[in-house]
């Protein structure tokens, strides 16, 4: 059944009360028209709960705009959601990427995360090319997608919002890697979920490094927002040693935007429950007068064995990351030395299925971070001393 306004309605109920199902809850295809966004396919889903999302069909099929009954979840930067074609992907020294960072969700890949990187191009058998120079976190993220469907499918009384893409990150005498991504959302539900396929289209043994960049704003980001996760260890953190407490921003409980602030990334160990599964959210126990808003993300371990907290919090700027990741943060040299790096080769691939889920008022708040605590307790200090001790990832 579908769950919309209290109640619990069947098809033909939703089918008696108006002449299409748009009227509550759907999805469909607009193109934005103005400014650097000007000419992105977009697809808008609406689940009928007052969860609303977007997702941008030319760049990687990405989340943009996340919504809930009018509050913001996703997180929107000054460089807005910038057109493919504007992207200058070798500019700034590999940091252009920086330009069409933007939105709730950018993928990372396909062969290359985190920071730039030359890696040797022997494999592609191609004299000329003595290298492979990535940007930071690679190319997949401002390349357009060829949409191959979208809608609504019923199952009895249960909808399904859907949409399906795929994205090619591809070029001759190098990789040929293809993103088949399908995004699905149930009718009357506060969430959605993210299915992933990288295959490798080509006939070279390719690399494959995969991160998803969430990006959480205000108002579920704000001054004593709580960071849940399960954490075992925290390994790593970019700030660590003579300035770990310098900027008095720890790991678990968020400042108000600040003046001049400098990102802090950290690596945490997660533990996983019996199902595989990592639960991590960010919630804000005040909202609306203390009724409290959060989001959650649910990965698979064996899928993202590593996991990173990205903190932007200037102003301006304001954003917690939540970052699931298949290698560790220091990226491809040091999966390279430690023979963590996958390579996939012809016809071979990788799956990832991933939630995202509101977490609407205390008492969802609660279950989950009660969840997240049986799992394993999180550090109760601020600052954690990173062990340095760094989990095998297996290929």
């Known amino acids: 059944m579908v769950k919309l306004y209290g109640r619990a309605m069947s098809r033909r109920d939703v089918a008696r009360h108006a002449g299409m199902l748009s009227q509550f809850a759907g999805v469909r295809l607009m193109t934005l028209g103005d400014g650097v966004e000007r000419g992105i396919r977009m697809l808008e889903f609406r689940t009928g709960t007052g969860l609303r999302f ?35 992907y070798e500019g700034e020294g590999g940091l252009a990427w920086l330009r069409s960072f933007s939105g709730l969700m950018v993928t990372c890949g396909l062969d290359h995360t985190l920071f730039m990187d030359s890696d040797p191009a022997d494999h592609y058998v191609y004299g000329p090319r003595k290298s492979v120079d990535s940007s930071l976190h690679g190319r997949i993220g401002t390349i357009p997608g060829r949409l191959t469907g979208y809608g609504e499918s019923w199952d009895g009384d249960d909808c399904t919002l859907w949409c399906e ?38 006939f070279y ?44 921003v720890g790991y678990r409980t968020l400042p108000a ?78 999966a390279r030395e430690r023979g963590e790096l996958i390579r996939l080769s012809h016809g071979e691939e990788r799956r990832y299925t991933t939630r995202f889920a509101v977490l609407d008022g205390a008492d969802e708040i609660a279950a989950a971070e009660a969840r997240i605590r049986a799992i394993a307790g999180q550090p109760d200090e601020d600052y954690p001393v990173p062990t340095g001790e760094w989990e095998a990832i297996g290929r």
Request: with cysteine.
């Open 165 to 202: 893409g795929i994205v090619q990150q591809s070029t001759v005498f190098g990789e040929d890697l293809h993103l088949i991504r399908r995004i699905e959302a149930k009718v009357g539900a506060n969430e959605f979920v993210l299915k992933d396929r990288v295959v490798n289209h080509g």
């Open 257 to 334: 935007p600040r003046s001049n602030f400098h990102e802090q990334v950290w690596e945490h160990e997660m533990s996983a429950d019996a199902d595989g599964k990592v639960p991590v959210a960010l919630v804000n126990d005040s909202f609306d007068g203390g009724r409290g808003l959060g989001f959650l993300v649910e990965t698979a371990k064996a899928e993202f064995p590593a996991h990173f907290e990205w903190q932007n919090l200037q102003e301006g700027q304001y954003a917690l990351g939540i970052e699931p990741s298949t290698n560790h943060v220091l990226g491809k040299p040091f």
């Open 54 to 88: 977007t997702v941008l069909v030319d760049r990687a099929l990405d989340v943009a705009d996340c919504e809930f009954r009018g509050a913001a979840i996703g997180w929107h930067s000054p460089a807005g959601f910038r057109h493919p074609a504007l992207h200058e």
């Open 205 to 248: 043994d390719t690399p494959h490094m995969f991160l998803y960049h969430i990006n959480v704003g205000h108002p579920v980001l704000a001054e004593g927002s709580r960071y849940l996760a399960p954490i075992r260890k925290t390994v790593w953190a970019a700030h660590a040693g003579d300035n770990y407490r310098r900027q008095g």
